[in-house]
Every structure is written in structure tokens, then in C-alpha cells.
């Protein structure tokens, strides 16, 4: 079964710093763009940061020159690095990625969610 299954969220002060770590499971993946999302409470889920899978990335307006999306294809690995964290960024954060399962085909998937906490 795919699963993606993010780590690394919890609570920091201001101007901390979080690395948030999304791995797909499962034999002979392939990931094609990964993604990063966040929803705040009581917003709508919005889009943060995305990296195809040659490793071309962007970010949302307000988190460019913070936040840094990496991945490592060998691993099926996909890691949001968050600096200069600020209390709005506090959000529930997921990982999407569009994926090609052996046997399966093409697919979406998406991450269970890891909470992010930032106190000013």
C-alpha cells in the first residue's frame, strides 16, 4: 500500500527553524512534482512550496527566502527546511505528490498531515 507520511512538525517560538520530512512508502515509485501544503485554522488549505522531479522549486510569496523545498529521489523523500518561522505560519501541514505505482498507474496521494505550532 502507498502511503505518504510527513514528520518533523511541533512547536517553536518565533523565529525558529523546523525541517518537515515527507516519505512515500512503497516499492519502485516513482514521484513525479511533489507539494507542499499548509490549512490554518478556519483558512482554506493553500499551496507552499512544490519541486518537480528534476528539482526545479517555488514558493508562496510569503514564505520565499524562509522556507526551502529539497527532495531525494532515492529515497522517495521530500523535506520542507522552515526558517525565520513566524506565528502565521502556523498550520496543519501535507505533502502531495502525483505518483506512478507498479501495477496501480498514475495517482494523487496525500500525507496524513503534521501540525506546525509557531508562538510569538
Known amino acids: 500500500q502507498v502511503q505518504l507520511v510527513e514528520s518533523g512538525g511541533g512547536l517553536v517560538q518565533a523565529g525558529g527553524s523546523l525541517r518537515l520530512s515527507c516519505v512515500a512508502s512503497g516499492t519502485s515509485i516513482r514521484a513525479n512534482t511533489m507539494y507542499w501544503f499548509r490549512q490554518a485554522p478556519e483558512k482554506q488549505r493553500e499551496l507552499v512550496a512544490w519541486i518537480t522531479s528534476i528539482g526545479s522549486t517555488n514558493y508562496l510569496d510569503s514564505v520565499r527566502g524562509r522556507f526551502t523545498i529539497s527532495r531525494d529521489n532515492a529515497k522517495n523523500t521530500m523535506y520542507l527546511q522552515m526558517n525565520s518561522l513566524k506565528a502565521e505560519d502556523t498550520a496543519i501541514y501535507y505533502c502531495?505528490?502525483?505518483?506512478?505505482?507498479?501495477?496501480?498507474?498514475?495517482?494523487?496521494?496525500w500525507g496524513q498531515g503534521t501540525q506546525v505550532t509557531v508562538s510569538s
Open positions: 502531495n505528490a502525483h505518483l506512478i505505482v507498479p501495477g496501480v498507474g498514475p495517482g494523487e496521494y
